[in-house]
């Protein structure tokens, strides 16, 4: 077998060519034996068998499996003989595939280590690029598109893509500050996920929150507490001197008509804070005098 330079491996080197095919012909009594098995089986129909002749019927199946497991049988020993030139001729064609596709194997090692190299260098090159933007509101890693390595895609169209993608960051973010309220959290998030559509969304989110919750406050400013704490300081029963003060008599007689009472209680703060809590609670009017 030559060895040389001058073989080269063509499609029609690999041709593959049949000196002789002969099919053959397999002369058999198959056909006779179905004939036979034809005519025969209505003597082994179900209906000619019962419990009176149960060992017959176990005879008769027995016989029956016995006769098509040995037909098979014999099937498939003349198969595998007929079948023995083909599957050596199988053989031969598949081992041969295979030492072709060692081969090629070895070759798409090269092939693929030389594009590494190639993508390698191409990286290199757009992370310069990138470097000579002076862009930092994010890492090239967060927009970095594989297919830019792909010599599908030329270098000059790459870095227009890279700068185009810095401008609309950067505009974006002048956006998200337009928005006035939460801005270091709107522009973590945006950086973070660089969609500014999900980021105006969650904007709109915190303040629907922020709204909900201040109407919720006014709200509860609105009612009025079922019992109302009088502070000392607004509580005119709260003492404003040591001095000792002179109590005078009320009428306690109930009365429909609204009464004006002017008097001067002596207690203590608790006592007189919890006297004035009383009078609110039961609707009694009342303000704190200037001391004389």
């Known amino acids: 077998m030559e060895t040389t330079k001058s073989l080269v491996l063509t499609a029609e080197n ?15 009594n198959a056909l006779d034996i179905k004939a036979f098995v034809e005519q025969i089986l209505p003597n082994y129909d179900v209906a000619n068998y019962n419990e009176n002749n149960i060992e017959s019927a176990k005879k008769d199946k027995a016989l029956l499996n016995a006769s098509a497991k040995a037909l098979n049988d014999e099937r498939i020993k003349i198969e595998k003989e007929w079948m023995i030139p083909f599957d050596e001729f199988k053989t031969i064609v598949n081992d041969t595939c295979k030492l072709i596709k060692s081969a090629t194997d070895k070759i798409d090692g090269v092939v693929k280590e030389s594009e590494a190299k190639e993508k390698a260098t191409k990286r290199g090159q757009i992370v310069d690029y990138f470097d000579g933007l002076n862009f930092t509101l994010v890492p090239l890693e967060k927009f970095f598109d594989e297919k830019w390595l792909n010599k599908t895609s030329k270098l000059k169209d790459v870095q227009l893509e890279i ?51 201040q109407k919720e406050a006014e709200t509860r400013k609105e009612v009025p507490s079922p019992v109302k704490e ?59 005098l200037e001391n004389e």
């Open 14 to 28: 690999l041709e593959l060519k049949i000196g002789k095919k002969s099919l053959g012909q397999l002369t058999t």
């Open 163 to 213: 700068k185009s993608k810095c401008a609309k960051i950067s505009d974006d973010i002048i956006t998200i500050e337009a928005i006035g309220t939460d801005i270091d959290l709107l522009k973590a998030l945006y950086l973070d996920t660089l969609n500014l559509n999900n980021t105006i969304q969650y904007a709109n989110t915190l303040k629907a929150n922020r709204e909900t919750a």
């Open 230 to 288: 009088v502070p000392a300081e607004e509580n005119p029963f709260a003492p404003a001197s040591t001095e000792p003060i002179t109590e005078s008599t009320t009428n306690t007689e109930a009365k429909t008509e609204l009464l004006v009472r002017t008097m001067k209680v002596t207690g203590t703060y608790d006592q007189l804070v919890a006297l004035g809590n009383f009078m609110n609670d039961n609707g009694i009017s009342f303000e704190k």
